[in-house]
Structure formats: structure tokens, C-alpha cells
């Protein structure tokens, strides 16, 4: 997410060609596309990044092109292997978002742009879907509720509103699944995309047919349902000569990429917290049941036997993407950075509600709106971008609350991906918790790590039981007398969107959609 432009960046040595096995792991995010070649000791041995846009027509929309997925998943492919002989690359897996909405064709084309999982358009789809389906027996059964993370609303409203669309519709997917198809040529459906999609049932392991029904989706729309650790199959002729990769090169399943972050940070036992700043902001906690909190999602971890307790912010580096994009084009994220250095804690009394796309969890409210609150003339551009990252960062403490109000403890917190990069990010983060960051190497590359472990285990580089477990670099402390500040601003952050709650869809008249 920090970076403009493709890159390539290697440890010591790294064009020297590797002579030993080696496993490679792509991660689709919301705004870039990584991939890292890992060793047979579990070394990062080079990462290659390049970006692409998340596209917002309407307010409330979150779409992507599948295409530049590929064309991302091929470059970066391309990168790593530089100097580099291809045979020894045992396997591959690809992490993504989750779940993104790929609509393809009797082909196997890609029908429209992907509707994202921070999609909040399907408002009214989502008030229909809780009529018909309560919450009191649909939570039990899948353990989501209607929010707008689920697809249902989201096929609901591609039926309404784009007739066309939902005609050509003869498969869905997710965006790992889509690349990981295009890679192999099978067909499947990655357990965690069919546990958030809101359509599955865990506990008997099976699509919920009074959902696919009601709303008209054909059960054969559904490929079948795959562990993250299990092969899919080798790449088909057309992405070897793509990618250059041998054809005979292991692809698995892949994982949804908040649970590949976590694997990658060594989430498995409780009291440690992961806390990803990717486009969205993920929170993370292992269990070993499934034990589903409303606030909450929930999935299963890549690592058998155990589970994730999670929730998702729509907008979290997506905003500072768009802060910057909009504002100050041309900047580096290091720039802004500086000048939010210069600004004290709390931003002068600037409060911003980071809900530019709805909110998911913990409220599950895709009405709610992205909110600057306490404005005046003497705030510049570095007030309005620190109360971005301060207002991420109280997200993060509300979900925190959320687990702790539930009987679990958060006692140890690890914060990767891209915004792990930011010092100053970190340095709100850890202020505003109150509690002091792990952070962790490699961590603004998590999803495509952990992805590329659980290859490593496909391939037997290495098991379970000796996982490796990413080193930590150090600790951000929160910053020395801003905790009174942070505890303020958190509680006008907190009564604000209360205030604003039944405020916000009365802005009915900015949806695209309106009658």
C-alpha cells in the first residue's frame, strides 16, 4: 500500500540463483498485488509489488478488475524470477481478500468489475435478506449476520439492478480463486470464502439451499469447497508460458489473506492480537472452537483445528490511499508522514469516523459515513491526514474492547502489512491501544508469506508442528503523554458516530440506486 509504483526488493545476495527448493506466495490486496519467494529455511528470499486501483463510482461502491489481478499476479511472477531458474519453485499459493464477488460467464470470463468484501451498496438487498432470513436462526446456522460483507445482498442487487449481468452469470468466485482458476484451470471455492460469504453452513459443512434459492443463485454457481493447504492442480500451458513457471508447478487452494497475515505473524494461541494495516484493517485472534461473537467474523485458520475471531474495517489504507491520491498527488507516503509528525496528538480536536465506505465490523452498518468532526481554520492537511491514521488506529480499539467484553484477553499485538511500514502510524496505534507493537519481518508482506508457508507445507518443506514463526524487529511503545489526549478523543469518536447514527441514511440522495 506505501508504494507508487512496482518494485523489487531483495535480501543480501538474492540475484545470485537459488539452488534449493523454494515456494512462492502472491497476495491480490486491495491495492496491490505481492509476492515474496520464500526458501526451503523459510527465508523471504525477494518481493515484488505492483499496484492497482479500487475504483468507487457511486458512493458506498468498492470495485476492482479481476484482469489487473492477473496481469499483477503474472508481473510480479515475472520479477521474482529474475536470475533465477524456475524449476526450483515446488508450489505456489495465492492469498486475497475475501470475499470479493467474481461474476464470469459460460467461459469463464469476468462479466463486470468484481464487487469488493467493503462493497456497501446492497443496503436495502441487506434490510430484505434479515426480513426473510432472521438473524435469531440465520447467525446460528452460518455465523455471519446480514451485513455487507455477505454476498447474498450483493446477488440480490446484481438481480434487481443489472438484469444483464445476472443472466450471463454462470459461476462465482472469489478474487484468489479467480487467479488461482486462471493458473490452473479448476474450478473451486476456498473454505473461508464460503464461511464469510453468508451462504454456507460450518458446522455441517454444507451450501445453505434455502439462501441460494430464495435469492434464485443455481447450486452449480458454487464450484466445491477446498482447504487452504490442498492442491487445486499444475498451471495449464497458457499461464506457464505467462508466468514462466514450470508446468508442473504444485498450486494450492490459497487463504484468505488476513488469515494468511496472521499464520505469517504466528497467530495460534490465544492472547495474541494481529493488526493489519492493509487496505482494509484487519484484526485478528485465534480460538481453538467455533465460537462465533456477532460484532465479529469469524473463520477458519489456515492451520487445522483452529479458528479466527476477526473483524475487518471497510477503509483503512484504502482511505490513505485516497487522502493522498486526492490532496496531494505526488507525494510520498513519507512526506505526509513528516508533516503529521508536526501535528500533536488528537489533531488539534480534529475527530475523522473512517467509514468512506460504510462500516463493517464492529458495527455492521453500511449506512454510516466517513465523518470530519471539529474543523476550523486554523487545521491544515496534516491535521485532516494524522486524524485519518488517529481514526483508524480508534477502530482498532473498539475492536479490541469487543473481544475483551466477550471474555477473551488481548495480550500481546502484532501489527503487519503495509501501514506497518509508517512509524508514525504505528506510534498512533500504539498510543491510542494503550499497549506496545510487535512488529515482525516481513510484516508489510504477511498475506503473501503466510500463503507461501502453507505451499511450504504442501510441497513437505516443512509441517505444521514446525511452522516457521516470522522473527520480531522490534517495539513501537506509545508515545509518552498522550494517553489522557487519546482516551478523550476515543470517547468523542465513539459518542459521534451514536449521535450520527440515524443521521446518516437520511444521505439517501447520494446512492446511485435512488428512485
Known sequence: MWTGRSTLCVSPGAYAPVSEAAVLGIDIGTTACKAVLVDERARVVATA??????????????EENPDDWWRGAVGVTRQLLRNRPPHHIRALGVSGMVPALVVLDDGGRVVRPAIQQNDARAVDEIAVLRDQFPEET?????????NQQVIPPKLLWLRRHEPATWARLRRICGSYEFVTGRLTGTAYTEVNWALESGMWA??????M????????LPPEALAPVRWPYEPVGTLIARAADDTGLPRDTMVIAGS???IAAGLAAGLAARGDVVLKLGGAGDFLYAVEEFAPIRELFIDYHDRPGLFVLNGCMAASGSLVKWFRDRFRPGASYADLDAAAATVPPGSDGLIVLPYFLGEKTPLHDPWARGTVLGLTLAHTPAHLYRAILEGVAFGFRHHIEVLEHAGYRAERLFVVD??????????ILASVVGRALHRIVGGETGSAYGVALVAGVAAELW??????????TGMVDPQPGSTAVY?????????????????????????????
Do not use: K, N
Open 49 to 62: 509489488e505492483i499496484p492497482h486501483d479500487l475504483s468507487t463510482p457511486h458512493p458506498g461502491w468498492a
Open 138 to 146: 440465520f447467525f446460528p446456522q452460518t455465523g455471519a449476520t446480514w
Open 202 to 207: 460450518p458446522r455441517h459443512r454444507t451450501w
Open 209 to 216: 439451499e434455502s439462501v441460494l434459492a430464495w435469492i434464485g
Open 256 to 258: 484468505a489473506d488476513h
Open 418 to 427: 503495509g501501514g506497518a511500514r509508517s512509524d508514525v502510524w504505528c506510534t
Open 463 to 472: 509441517d505444521w508442528e514446525a511452522l516457521p514463526r516470522a522473527a520480531i
Open 487 to 515: 482516551d478523550d478523543a476515543y470517547g468523542v469518536y465513539r459518542d459521534a458516530y451514536r449521535r450520527l447514527r440515524d443521521l446518516f441514511p437520511r444521505l439517501r440522495w447520494t446512492r446511485a440506486d435512488r428512485s
